[in-house]
């Protein structure tokens, strides 16, 4: 049976454990609180692929205007404004009413930058605006159904972000979103011996195996890189990690 080739995301660390980088044109969730480096990630995602792979990359965002991304990108020594004057990059800023028609319809925007472009990556930030469009849980999965599906038919692979309103510990409930995404990676920030960590999981990957544990990452000068994993700890997304040792004797010794 032939191997998948794999979308990789150049960061360090990420790949290894996504077993080589997503697959082609599949939907994948990065979730986190403010801070965590969702938007980091994604734009690191895009400009890997356009640097390191030949894939061009469009951003599409309904939070930010185009100049924040400049600023933040070129903070990692990342010249977005060039990318887009060499029509590599599009940044679009719009809101998830227009770019849900946009993309459901023949000849809408993000379908002219794929075939102008050639845009094989797309970073969607964020999903948590469309909850702005129903509070119809039934008719939300539905919409977000038909958003992600446009995004594979266009030949796209996406990287979806989404907020979550969990600053410290807690595992996230089953969700719309989390059932229709192929791969859910969740951000999130720990506190271990009085110091704010931040853990990183693959909570799941459709179609493929991916690592298990959770790992530590961190927002460099050069931009999102995963590190080691957490050692001698459990419960981490509780917001109570605490070493396994302890737990032993917790369970196991005291009457």
């Known amino acids: ?4 080739e794999r979308v990789k995301t150049g960061i360090p660390g990420l790949d ?12 994948n969730l990065v979730e986190g609180a403010p ?6 990630l994604g734009m690191q995602f895009i400009y890997n692929g356009i640097v390191k792979y030949n894939e061009p990359g469009i951003i599409l965002t309904f939070e930010e205007f ?5 600023a933040d990108a070129a903070g990692f020594g990342w010249d977005f404004k060039d990318l887009e004057r060499k029509g590599l990059l599009k940044i679009i800023m719009t809101s998830p009413e227009v ?8 000849g809408g925007i993000i379908e002219n930058y794929v075939t102008e472009m050639g845009a094989r990556r797309i970073v969607v930030d964020s999903m948590t605006q469309f909850g702005r469009l129903t509070r119809d849980p039934v008719e939300l999965r539905a919409l977000e159904y038909n958003f992600i599906n446009a995004l594979k038919r266009e030949g796209l692979t996406s990287v979806l972000t989404r907020e979550s309103p969990v600053l410290l ?5 089953d969700d719309s979103l989390g059932f229709v995404v192929d791969s859910y990676i969740i951000l999130r920030y720990v506190e271990i011996e009085s110091a704010i960590r931040k853990a990183l999981l693959v909570l799941k990957m459709r179609g493929s195996d991916h690592a298990k544990d959770i790992r530590q990452f961190e927002i460099t000068g050069k931009g999102f890189v995963v590190q080691s994993k957490f050692e001698g700890q459990e419960g981490i997304l509780s917001g109570s990690p605490r070493r396994m040792a302890d737990s032993f004797v917790k369970a196991f010794v005291n009457p």
């Open 169 to 173: 510990g807690e595992a996230p409930q």
């Open 99 to 106: 770019s849900r028609r946009d993309i459901e319809s023949v």
């Open 16 to 27: 290894e454990m996504l077993g080589g980088g997503f697959l082609p044109e599949t939907a």
């Open 1 to 4: 049976m032939a191997k998948l």
């Open 35 to 40: 801070g965590t480096g969702k938007t980091t």
């Open 66 to 70: 185009p100049q924040q991304y400049y």
